[in-house]
């Protein structure tokens, strides 16, 4: 689920030249509460394992895997879902289970 700010809509409508409304209607899905998330997973920005609209991603795309973020062991569950596409991840895990294993 990607969360997606008012700002972020607009910057990403005006890069695609497409006005704010359409915007919201092709890719957005709006809460009770406002809040925003993409409608689709995979996102329909991705093509190839690359994202296209790359300088005018998400700031949770940009956060991505939020490893430097507080409240990990909150995200454990989220953060093991992508182990085995994400390569930082990947990488993070492993070297937590080398450590365990080696105390
Ligand atoms: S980085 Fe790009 S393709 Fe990936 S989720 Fe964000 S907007 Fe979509």
Redesign the pocket.
């Known amino acids: 689920m990607?969360n997606v700010s008012e700002t972020e809509a607009d910057r990403l409508s005006d890069h695609l030249n497409q006005p704010r409304i359409d915007f919201d209607k092709q890719y957005i899905e709006k809460g009770s509460n406002g809040m925003m998330i993409?409608n689709a997973v995979p996102?329909?920005?991705?093509n190839e394992n690359k994202?296209?609209?790359?300088e005018y991603?998400?700031e949770?795309?940009r956060e991505f895997p939020a490893m430097h973020l507080p409240g990990f062991s909150k995200r454990l569950f989220t953060t093991l879902m992508h182990y085995g596409r994400c390569p930082i991840i990947f990488n993070i895990v492993e070297e937590m289970k080398k450590q365990i294993l080696d105390v």
């Not at 996102?43 to 991705?46: A, H, I, P, R, S």
């Not at 994202?51 to 790359?54: I, P, R």
Request: glycine residues 8%; contains cysteine; hydrophobic residues 45%.
């Open positions: 990607i993409m996102c329909t920005f991705l994202c296209t609209v790359y991603r998400f949770g795309c």
